[in-house]
């Protein structure tokens, strides 16, 4: 991998993020868990490159990012996406996500848990952490649509992250 700075990507974030999916792991090389997102953004904010990501507190994941601070979010070629959905259904607490096969594990220089296959890596430590807040949706179809039909499911947790890392496969 080679290490690009952020302003240099030239991909469709929204394409990137919606249709394509990234996974978002958090941990280190000795513990570790990432789960498929389709949610999230990238931009500017208080002066640093930012990526936005929405993480449920019941997901596993949400653990080590909780802990450590720190996420990596990693972009695939099409022919990833059967394991973008495992990785998206399964959860971590009883399923060894690393047994699917295709993916390798790859530590960045920062100590952050990536992949081998990913085309794009971005690392990022959080700035900023909070819960959605159902009051304050003023959208009431997207908070029926997207949380009245999992009882028990809390709303995302929303971390803004200082993009600090960016690495291509070539």
Known sequence: MKEINPIEIKDNFIKLISSDWMLIAAGDETKYNMMTASW?????????????????????????????HRF?????????????GVMGKESGRNFDKMKFEGLTAKTLPTGQVTFEEARLVLDCKV????ELQADKFLDEESLAKWYNDEPGGSLHNIYIAEIVGAWINE
């Not at 990596?72 to 973008?84: E, I, N, Q, Y």
């Not at 700035?127 to 909070?130: A, E, G, P, Q, R």
């Open 72 to 84: 990596t979010l990693s972009f695939f070629t099409s022919d990833m996406k059967k394991m973008l």
């Open 127 to 130: 700035l900023y952490v909070d």
């Open 40 to 68: 999230g953004g990238i931009g500017e904010l208080w002066g640093k490159h930012v990526a936005t990501a929405y993480v449920r507190p019941e997901r596993y994941t949400d653990q080590f990012i909780a802990a450590t």
